[in-house]
């Protein structure tokens, strides 16, 4: 007797495939808030690089991350900058160079100012004292020159101040006085006749000692300050006439008092210089 089998019924296989559109769609979604997530405090440039990396990484090539131009960077993204690197925005920086700027030309503004009123102070004082052949001032961009002839300071190869000269360094540290926060150059020069004696080896030690005696009776003045102030020999080496002439060679025996711009405008420098030959 022959047995039939009994086959069992299989159960029919589920369609799955609805799977891989959900799980797409999930995948967008948690792209979809990470992004608004992090949208509060990424800029424009982040931004972008992560629309990228998402676009790349589903395989659509354009989506809802393409659209970039309406995210603006906020508060958070200043504040950020400056927690990273401590550094301003551009704009900033600008302002900030540009406040600078306008300060810096009111210093040289002023400063110019003051050294103006001072030649006028010194014109003023030669005029009264018939000095016009023994000084002269000069102002430019680097400083105010006060230029004096040896003849009325110093007896001839000597550096003691003539007594009755004193009174011009006197009246001159007055002047200075008003204005105490620049510095002051006092330098020595002679003219190419040699020099030689127990008291002045050369011409270098004469024009150092001229300008160190004028320096002592200029700081006689207690209200001046000492540390802005500096003497120096040039001997016969910074002439400003010809040596071959009994006039050139006078005019070159000199003490000169240079006070000295802080600041200074380096475009007209500049432009000065170029238009020098």
Do not use: C
Not at 239 to 266: C, F, L, M, Q, W
């Amino acid at each position: 007797m022959s047995r039939k089998h009994r086959h069992e019924e299989h159960e029919e296989h589920v369609d799955e495939s609805w799977l891989i559109p959900y799980a797409d769609l999930l995948t967008l979604l948690l792209a979809l808030f990470i992004v608004l997530y992090s949208m509060n405090s990424v800029d424009v440039k982040k931004f972008e690089e992560m629309s990228k990396a998402f676009s790349l990484a589903l395989s659509t090539g354009s989506g809802i991350l393409t659209e970039t131009s309406a995210v603006k960077s906020g508060e958070d993204d200043g504040k950020k900058q400056k927690e990273e690197g401590g550094k301003l925005p551009d704009k900033d920086v600008n302002k900030n160079q540009s406040d600078e700027e306008k300060a810096r030309e009111e210093l040289i503004k002023q400063e110019q100012k003051d050294l103006e009123d001072l030649k006028k102070k010194v014109d003023a004082y030669i005029k009264k004292n018939g000095l016009t052949s023994d000084l002269e001032t000069k102002l430019n961009l680097s400083q105010l020159m006060i230029t004096i002839s040896d003849n009325a300071l110093f007896a001839p190869a000597q550096a003691t101040i003539k007594p009755e000269s004193k009174e011009l360094a006197v009246a001159i540290s007055k002047m200075l006085q008003q204005y105490p926060d620049y510095e002051v150059i006092v330098s020595g020069h002679t003219d190419t006749t040699p020099i030689s004696t127990y008291q002045f080896k050369s011409n270098w030690d004469l024009s150092s000692m001229r300008a160190i005696r004028f320096l002592d009776v200029l700081l006689e003045n207690k209200q001046l300050k000492p540390e802005r102030f500096s003497a120096i020999g040039y001997g016969e080496y910074r002439p400003v006439a010809d040596n071959e002439t009994v006039a050139g060679k006078s005019k070159n025996r000199r003490v000169e008092v240079s006070i000295i711009h802080t600041y200074t405008d380096v475009t007209n420098a500049q432009q000065l210089n170029v238009k020098k030959p």
